[in-house]
C-alpha cells in the first residue's frame, strides 16, 4: 500500500516510541525504539494497563483531534510504567508518540516517600521511647512503696513522690498480699518522703486503708507535713488511721 | 459529588493543607464522626481525584501532592481528636501495610486510625511493603490483626503469598484485606484463608467490637 510505505519511512527511525493507527487504533506501523519498550500487539490499547483502557480510548479517538495526556502502559520491563502520550490525526490516521515519564516522577515519589518514611520513624522512635519511659515509671512507682517488715507485727511502707491515685493503684495489691502474707498487726504509711498528695490519690489511699482493716491490720500514719494535712482533710475521704507525728515515735510505740 | 467534596479535593490538589484543616474542622464541630469524615468527605474526594485523572485534567505528579497533603491532614485529624477524646486502651494491638508496589496507603491509614480511635495500638507500615519486613515486624510485635491492601489487579497476584505466609505464624492474628477492587472482584477464590474482606471503612467498625468480644470473625 502507498500509504503504508509513505508512513514507515517517516517514523521507522525516529527515537522514540511512536506508532501510526488507524480509527480503531490498530497499529498500523510502530518506530525500531517502540519495539525495545514494549511488547507486541495488533491494537494501541493492549499496550496501556487495562485500568487505563478507557481513558485512553477517550484520549486517542478524541474525535479525531489532537491531544495529550498520561496512560499507565505495560513495558517490558512493568506491567504499568506512566507515560505521556500524544496523538496528532492526520486524514484517517493517527501519529502517536510515547515519552515514558519514570525517571522524573520517580525522583517525585522517592522524595515523598522518604519524608514520610522519616517521619513515621520519628514517630516510632517516639512510641518507643513513651513506652518504655512509662514502665520506668512504672518501676518508679513500685520503688516508691517498699514493703518493709520490721517485728512479726509490724511493717513499714515509706511513700516516695507524689501520692497520687496511680502509686497507690500499682502498689495496693503487693500491699495487702504483703500484709496477709506476713499476718501483721500493724502497717506504717511514712509520708516523709511524699511530695505533693492528690485528692484521687487520698481517695485510694483510704480504700487501701479499709482494705487492710478488713485483713486485721491497722494503719498508722506518720510524718504527715503541714502542705499534706490541708489534702488529707478536704479530701472528703474518712483515714481509718491512728497519726503520729514521726516515724520514730510509731515504732517507738508498735515494737515494745 | 457534593460541593464540598469537591473544594476539599482542590484543597489537596494545590497542596493548600490550612484550607483543608478548616473544612475538616467544620466537620468535627458539625458532630461528624471520624467514620463519618473518613468516608464522606476524605474517601469521596480522593475519588474524586482519581477521576480527574480518568478525565485526563490532572496528572499522575498532582495525585502525589494531593496524597502527600492528605497524609499530613490526617496525621493532623487524629492528634485533634485524641486531645479530647482519650478512650481506654483496649489492650490489642494491629498491624497495617500496603504489598510490594502498592504506593495508595490513605485508605488503609483510615483504618489504623480507626482501630486506633477505639485504643488500640497500631502500627502502620506504609506503601509498599515487601513480605520479609512484614513477616519480621508480625512475629517480633505480635499483632491480634493484621490489615493489608492493594488497589492494583497487579498487586493482586501476590495477594494469596502474604496471606499464605501470614497465616504461617504461630500466634494466628486476623488477617483483614482491603482496596478498593474488593467490592469489584471476588478475591477469596485467590485465598485458602480465613482472610476477611473489607469492602468499606465501616465494615472496619463494624467488626472491631465483635473481634474484641471474641465471637465470630465474619463481617
Same mark, same amino acid.
Given at each position: 500500500?502507498?500509504?503504508?510505505?509513505?508512513?514507515?519511512?517517516?517514523?521507522?527511525? *525516529?527515537?522514540?516510541?511512536?506508532?501510526?493507527?488507524?480509527?480503531?487504533? #490498530?497499529?498500523?506501523?510502530?518506530?525500531? &525504539? &517502540?519495539?525495545?519498550?514494549?511488547?507486541?500487539?495488533?491494537?494501541? $490499547?493492549?499496550?496501556?494497563?487495562?485500568?487505563?483502557?478507557?481513558?485512553?480510548?477517550? *484520549?486517542?479517538?478524541?474525535?479525531?483531534?489532537?491531544?495529550?495526556?498520561?496512560?499507565?502502559?505495560?513495558?517490558?520491563?512493568?506491567?504499568?510504567?506512566?507515560?505521556?502520550?500524544?496523538?496528532?490525526?492526520?486524514?484517517?490516521?493517527? #501519529?502517536?508518540?510515547?515519552?515514558?515519564?519514570?525517571? &522524573?516522577?520517580?525522583?517525585?515519589?522517592?522524595?515523598?516517600?522518604?519524608?514520610? *518514611?522519616? *517521619?513515621?520513624?520519628?514517630?516510632?522512635?517516639?512510641?518507643?521511647?513513651?513506652?518504655?519511659?512509662?514502665?520506668?515509671?512504672?518501676?518508679?512507682?513500685?520503688?516508691?512503696?517498699?514493703?518493709?517488715? $520490721?517485728?512479726?507485727?509490724?511493717?513499714?511502707?515509706?511513700?516516695?513522690?507524689?501520692?497520687?491515685?496511680? $502509686?497507690?493503684?500499682?502498689?495496693?495489691?503487693?500491699?495487702?498480699?504483703?500484709?496477709?502474707?506476713?499476718?501483721?498487726?500493724?502497717?506504717?504509711?511514712?509520708?516523709?518522703?511524699?511530695?505533693?498528695?492528690?485528692?484521687?490519690?487520698?481517695?485510694?489511699?483510704?480504700?487501701?486503708?479499709?482494705?487492710?482493716?478488713?485483713?486485721?491490720?491497722?494503719?498508722?500514719?506518720?510524718?504527715?507535713?503541714?502542705?499534706?494535712?490541708?489534702?488529707?482533710?478536704?479530701?472528703?475521704?474518712?483515714?481509718?488511721?491512728?497519726?503520729?507525728?514521726?516515724?520514730?515515735?510509731?515504732?517507738?510505740?508498735?515494737?515494745? | 459529588?457534593?460541593?464540598?467534596?469537591? +473544594?476539599?479535593?482542590?484543597?489537596?490538589?494545590?497542596?493548600?493543607?490550612?484550607?483543608?484543616?478548616?473544612?475538616?474542622?467544620?466537620?468535627?464541630?458539625?458532630?461528624?464522626?471520624?467514620?463519618? %469524615?473518613?468516608?464522606?468527605?476524605?474517601?469521596?474526594?480522593? %475519588?474524586?481525584?482519581?477521576?480527574?485523572?480518568?478525565?485526563?485534567?490532572?496528572?499522575?505528579?498532582?495525585?502525589?501532592?494531593?496524597?502527600?497533603?492528605?497524609?499530613?491532614? =490526617?496525621?493532623?485529624?487524629?492528634?485533634?481528636?485524641?486531645?479530647?477524646?482519650?478512650?481506654?486502651?483496649?489492650?490489642?494491638?494491629?498491624?497495617?501495610?500496603?504489598?510490594?508496589?502498592?504506593? +495508595?496507603?490513605?485508605?488503609?491509614?483510615?483504618?489504623?486510625?480507626?482501630?486506633?480511635?477505639?485504643?488500640?495500638?497500631?502500627?502502620?507500615?506504609?506503601?509498599?511493603?515487601? =513480605?520479609?519486613?512484614? =513477616?519480621?515486624?508480625?512475629?517480633?510485635?505480635?499483632?491480634?490483626?493484621?490489615?493489608?491492601?492493594?488497589?492494583?489487579?497487579?498487586?493482586?497476584?501476590?495477594?494469596?503469598?502474604? %496471606?499464605?505466609?501470614?497465616?504461617?505464624?504461630?500466634?494466628?492474628?486476623?488477617?483483614?484485606?482491603?482496596?478498593?477492587?474488593?467490592?469489584?472482584?471476588?478475591?477469596?477464590?485467590?485465598?485458602?484463608?480465613?482472610?476477611?474482606?473489607?469492602?468499606?471503612?465501616?465494615?472496619?467498625?463494624?467488626?472491631?467490637?465483635?473481634?474484641?468480644?471474641?465471637?465470630? +470473625?465474619?463481617?
Amino acid at each position: 500500500m502507498y500509504a503504508g510505505r509513505i508512513i514507515m519511512s517517516s517514523i521507522e527511525f *525516529l527515537p522514540y516510541p511512536c506508532f501510526v493507527v488507524d480509527q480503531h487504533l #490498530y497499529i498500523m506501523e510502530r518506530s525500531q &525504539s &517502540s519495539g525495545f519498550t514494549f511488547g507486541p500487539a495488533m491494537n494501541f $490499547l493492549e499496550l496501556v494497563d487495562s485500568e487505563s483502557r478507557k481513558k485512553a480510548e477517550r *484520549l486517542l479517538k478524541n474525535g479525531f483531534k489532537s491531544a495529550e495526556g498520561e496512560l499507565k502502559m505495560a513495558t517490558k520491563d512493568s506491567p504499568f510504567s506512566l507515560f505521556t502520550v500524544r496523538i496528532n490525526w492526520h486524514k484517517e490516521w493517527g #501519529y502517536i508518540i510515547c515519552t515514558e515519564k519514570v525517571q &522524573s516522577l520517580n525522583d517525585l515519589i522517592e522524595t515523598v516517600e522518604k519524608q514520610r *518514611l522519616r *517521619l513515621s520513624e520519628t514517630n516510632f522512635e517516639l512510641f518507643e521511647k513513651k513506652e518504655a519511659l512509662e514502665e520506668s515509671l512504672r518501676n518508679i512507682r513500685e520503688l516508691s512503696g517498699p514493703f518493709i517488715k $520490721l517485728s512479726k507485727q509490724t511493717a513499714l511502707v515509706p511513700l516516695f513522690g507524689t501520692l497520687d491515685h496511680l $502509686l497507690i493503684v500499682q502498689n495496693e495489691f503487693r500491699f495487702t498480699h504483703e500484709a496477709a502474707k506476713g499476718d501483721y498487726e500493724q502497717v506504717i504509711f511514712d509520708f516523709h518522703g511524699v511530695g505533693d498528695i492528690t485528692e484521687e490519690g487520698m481517695g485510694a489511699f483510704g480504700q487501701l486503708i479499709s482494705q487492710l482493716k478488713l485483713m486485721g491490720a491497722r494503719s498508722i500514719v506518720t510524718g504527715v507535713k503541714p502542705q499534706h494535712a490541708f489534702v488529707v482533710n478536704n479530701a472528703g475521704v474518712d483515714i481509718d488511721a491512728s497519726f503520729i507525728k514521726s516515724l520514730r515515735d510509731a515504732i517507738k510505740e508498735t515494737i515494745q | 459529588m457534593n460541593s464540598q467534596v469537591k +473544594h476539599f479535593a482542590d484543597c489537596l490538589l494545590s497542596g493548600h493543607q490550612d484550607a483543608a484543616w478548616e473544612l475538616l474542622l467544620e466537620e468535627i464541630h458539625a458532630g461528624k464522626s471520624s467514620l463519618e %469524615i473518613y468516608q464522606q468527605l476524605i474517601t469521596n474526594a480522593l %475519588i474524586y481525584i482519581g477521576q480527574l485523572w480518568e478525565e485526563n485534567r490532572i496528572k499522575v505528579a498532582d495525585e502525589h501532592l494531593a496524597s502527600a497533603t492528605c497524609d499530613f491532614l =490526617l496525621s493532623r485529624y487524629f492528634f485533634y481528636r485524641q486531645q479530647d477524646n482519650k478512650t481506654q486502651p483496649a489492650n490489642k494491638k494491629a498491624m497495617f501495610f500496603c504489598l510490594e508496589q502498592e504506593q +495508595h496507603y490513605l485508605g488503609l491509614k483510615m483504618a489504623s486510625l480507626l482501630f486506633e480511635e477505639q485504643g488500640w495500638e497500631t502500627r502502620f507500615l506504609g506503601p509498599n511493603l515487601p =513480605l520479609e519486613y512484614v =513477616l519480621n515486624m508480625a512475629e517480633s510485635w505480635r499483632p491480634d490483626v493484621i490489615g493489608l491492601s492493594f488497589t492494583t489487579l497487579y498487586s493482586a497476584d501476590k495477594l494469596s503469598m502474604y %496471606i499464605a505466609a501470614l497465616e504461617e505464624l504461630a500466634h494466628s492474628p486476623a488477617l483483614l484485606v482491603g482496596g478498593r477492587l474488593i467490592p469489584k472482584y471476588d478475591f477469596s477464590s485467590d485465598t485458602s484463608s480465613s482472610a476477611i474482606f473489607i469492602e468499606k471503612l465501616e465494615d472496619i467498625q463494624r467488626w472491631m467490637p465483635i473481634f474484641v468480644c471474641g465471637k465470630d +470473625h465474619h463481617v
